[in-house]
T-cell receptor, first 114, second 114 residues
Framework: DAGVTQSPTHLIKTRGQQVTLRCSPK?????VSWYQQALGQGPQFIFQ???????QRGNFPDRFSGHQFPNYSSELNVNALLLGDSALYLC?????????????FGPGTRLTVT | AQSVSQHNHHVILSEAASLELGCNYS??????LFWYVQYPGQHLQLLLK??????LVKGIKGFEAEFIKSKFSFNLRKPSVQWSDTAEYFC????????????FGKGTRLHILP
C-alpha cells in the first residue's frame, strides 16, 4: 500500500515564476491538505481539499491555489514566486475515522526560489 | 485562534537520559493532539496521538505523552533516549472536526550524544 507521494522532490525557480506541485494521497483517502514548512519552523496549513473543493484555507495569499482531481490527487500552484516562498511543501492525506481523523504526510517538495 | 507552544527549541541529552518535551496548546473546544517526528532526511511521521479516553498515550519507539486538560498540556516523554532518537519533534493540535486544519508548534530539535 503506497503512502502519500509527492513530486517533484526538489525544484528551483526564479522570482516571478509560477510553480505546480503534485500529490497523490494514500490509497483510500479522500482529503488532501497542503502545508508549508519554512526552515526552522513547524508546518503551516495552506489549504485543504475534499470532494474537489477547497474546504478550508489558512493565512496564505491568493497566489497560492490548488486543485483536487476525481482520483483524489491534488496540485498546489504558486504564482508570482517570492524569495520567501522557499520552503518544504508537504502534502497530507486523510480519511474520516469516527469522530476524529489522522493525516498522513508525504516526503515533501523542497522549493528554492532564487 | 488555535496555537501550540513548544517550550524548548533545542535539547541536547546523553544516551540513556530521560526526556520530557513540553507542549501547551490554546483552543477553546475539544481537540485531538499529536506528536510528529522528523528524522534527518526523512518525512514527517506520527509518533503518537490522543483522540479520547486514557490521557496517557503510548506511541512508537517507547515514547508516551500525557494529556492534562486542566493545563492544556500534552508533554512527550521517554524514560531512556537512544542516539537514534536524534530528530525534530513537533507537537500539533486540531479541533474535533474533520474539516479542521492541524496547527503545529515550531518544533524541538533533539540531539542525543552517543
Amino acid at each position: 500500500d503506497a503512502g502519500v507521494t509527492q513530486s517533484p522532490t526538489h525544484l528551483i525557480k526564479t522570482r516571478g515564476q509560477q510553480v505546480t506541485l503534485r500529490c497523490s494521497p494514500k490509497s483510500g483517502h479522500d482529503t488532501v491538505s497542503w502545508y508549508q514548512q519554512a526552515l526552522g519552523q513547524g508546518p503551516q496549513f495552506i489549504f485543504q481539499y475534499y470532494e474537489e473543493e477547497e474546504r478550508q484555507r489558512g493565512n496564505f495569499p491568493d497566489r497560492f491555489s490548488g486543485h483536487q482531481f476525481p482520483n483524489y490527487s491534488s496540485e498546489l500552484n504558486v504564482n508570482a514566486l517570492l524569495l520567501g516562498d522557499s520552503a518544504l511543501y508537504l502534502c497530507a492525506s486523510s480519511l474520516w475515522q469516527g469522530s476524529a481523523y489522522e493525516q498522513y504526510f508525504g516526503p515533501g517538495t523542497r522549493l528554492t526560489v532564487t | 485562534a488555535q496555537s501550540v507552544s513548544q517550550h524548548n527549541h533545542h535539547v541536547i541529552l546523553s544516551e540513556a537520559a530521560s526526556l520530557e518535551l513540553g507542549c501547551n496548546y490554546s483552543y477553546g473546544g475539544t481537540v485531538n493532539l499529536f506528536w510528529y517526528v522528523q528524522y534527518p532526511g526523512q518525512h514527517l511521521q506520527l509518533l503518537l496521538k490522543y483522540f479520547s479516553g486514557d490521557p496517557l498515550v503510548k506511541g512508537i519507539k517507547g515514547f508516551e505523552a500525557e494529556f492534562i486538560k486542566s493545563k492544556f498540556s500534552f508533554n512527550l516523554r521517554k524514560p531512556s533516549v537512544q542516539w537514534s532518537d536524534t530528530a525534530e519533534y513537533f507537537c500539533a493540535v486540531n479541533a474535533r472536526n474533520r474539516d479542521d486544519k492541524i496547527i503545529f508548534g515550531k518544533g524541538t530539535r533533539l540531539h542525543i550524544l552517543p
